[in-house]
């Protein structure tokens, strides 16, 4: 028999913030269990059995059809059925989390259950930020730690929710969301090991991670470019003179090149300068593809002659 957790059974909410709570209540007591045991084994104590400890999950059931009316492409589901999904990290995503049930209820108006899933959480997902822990461990530790942990598992990471090719067994409840926690933390750890850097400082870099759309959201704010954004066009290959004024200014003056040194001439070795013109660009309005060189006042003939 694995080492567990004492068993808590699964609890109904009509407040979405209590929900919440209780998620990460059960997410916080299973990944102190799994730290606590591995700190155990670092340590050199014998464990026994195999320490498990599992995800929470949140499930919601509706009988009908019928749902609120909403212009939202989320916060419902599109039929009759139990819908569940396994979560991971309230600590990132809480209010992400609050904000999907209140639609759900405001939708369907129904109790959302949550309780422990039988996903089991892999060991290295439940490491704090710095925690390295396998550089203390012999060869045979390390082996030995596949046999005492649950250790992360491809086949639950994929992508057949989001794909389409996901079908259910027998009396196996529909997903509620696109990726499980396995999928998501193992996108958190790829965000770290790409990054250099934490999840949660993740959010505030650059980098557009498209696991989740929380996490694309959330991280895209802060990849937007500092100008004007164009206007909405009905095409994808519309022409910058559909784009608002601003943005155009703010694109030229981007490209624009005050003062492009041309080469010195052979023969006397002056130097002639462009004039302030704008390189052609993808967004420039401009005829003039190229600087066209003009003499300075101390070049001679030979340079005004120079080709452009």
Same mark, same amino acid.
């Given at each position: 028999?694995?080492?567990?957790?004492?068993?808590?059974?699964?609890?109904?909410?009509?407040?979405?913030?209590?929900?919440?709570?209780?998620?990460?209540?059960?997410?916080?007591?299973?990944?102190?269990?799994?730290?606590?045991?591995?700190?155990?084994?670092?340590?050199?104590?014998?464990?026994?059995?195999?320490?498990?400890?599992?995800?929470?999950?949140?499930?919601?059931?509706?009988?009908?059809?019928?749902?609120?009316?909403?212009?939202?492409?989320?916060?419902?589901?599109?039929?009759?059925?139990?819908?569940?999904?396994?979560?991971?990290?309230?600590?990132?995503?809480?209010?992400?989390?609050?904000?999907? +049930?209140?639609? +759900?209820?405001?939708?369907?108006?129904?109790?959302?259950?949550?309780? @422990?899933?039988?996903?089991?959480?892999?060991?290295?997902?439940?490491?704090?930020?710095?925690?390295?822990?396998?550089?203390?461990?012999?060869?045979?530790?390390?082996?030995?730690?596949?046999?005492?942990?649950? +250790?992360?598992?491809?086949?639950?990471?994929?992508?057949?929710?989001?794909?389409?090719?996901?079908?259910?067994?027998?009396?196996?409840?529909? #997903?509620?969301?696109?990726?499980?926690?396995?999928?998501?933390?193992?996108?958190?750890?790829?965000?770290?090991?790409?990054?250099?850097?934490?999840?949660?400082?993740?959010?505030?870099?650059?980098?557009?991670?498209?696991?989740?759309?929380?996490? @694309?959201?959330?991280?895209?704010?802060?990849?937007?470019?500092?100008?004007?954004?164009?206007?909405?066009?009905?095409? #994808?290959?519309?022409?910058?003179?559909?784009?608002?004024?601003?943005?155009?200014?703010?694109?030229?003056?981007?490209?624009?090149?005050?003062?492009?040194?041309?080469?010195?001439?052979?023969?006397?070795?002056?130097?002639?300068?462009?004039?302030?013109?704008?390189?052609?660009?993808?967004?420039?309005?401009?005829?003039?593809?190229?600087?066209?060189?003009?003499?300075?006042?101390?070049?001679?003939?030979?340079?005004?002659?120079? #080709?452009?």
């Amino acid at each position: 028999m694995p080492l567990t957790t004492a068993p808590v059974p699964a609890a109904h909410f009509s407040d979405p913030d209590a929900a919440v709570v209780q998620i990460q209540q059960l997410y916080q007591q299973q990944i102190e269990h799994l730290r606590g045991a591995m700190q155990r084994f670092v340590a050199g104590e014998d464990v026994p059995e195999r320490v498990r400890a599992f995800y929470p999950y949140v499930r919601l059931h509706t009988t009908t059809v019928a749902r609120a009316d909403t212009r939202l492409a989320y916060g419902f589901v599109e039929g009759p059925g139990t819908f569940e999904t396994t979560l991971t990290r309230p600590d990132l995503f809480g209010g992400y989390y609050t904000e999907q +049930l209140r639609l +759900l209820r405001k939708s369907h108006g129904v109790e959302l259950e949550v309780g @422990l899933s039988t996903q089991p959480i892999p060991i290295h997902f439940s490491f704090a930020e710095h925690d390295h822990v396998e550089g203390q461990l012999s060869a045979e530790r390390r082996m030995l730690m596949r046999d005492r942990f649950d +250790l992360p598992d491809l086949a639950a990471m994929d992508d057949g929710i989001a794909n389409g090719t996901w079908r259910p067994r027998a009396g196996e409840p529909q #997903p509620l969301s696109l990726f499980t926690a396995p999928r998501v933390d193992y996108s958190l750890h790829r965000l770290r090991h790409y990054t250099g850097t934490c999840a949660r400082n993740g959010f505030r870099t650059s980098f557009c991670s498209p696991t989740t759309s929380f996490i @694309l959201t959330n991280s895209c704010v802060w990849a937007t470019p500092k100008w004007p954004t164009p206007r909405a066009s009905t095409s #994808p290959l519309s022409s910058p003179a559909t784009w608002s004024r601003a943005a155009r200014a703010c694109r030229r003056r981007t490209w624009t090149t005050w003062a492009r040194r041309r080469p010195a001439c052979r023969k006397c070795r002056a130097t002639t300068w462009c004039a302030p013109t704008a390189v052609a660009s993808p967004w420039s309005t401009s005829a003039s593809a190229r600087p066209t060189p003009r003499p300075s006042p101390t070049t001679s003939p030979c340079c005004a002659r120079m #080709p452009g």
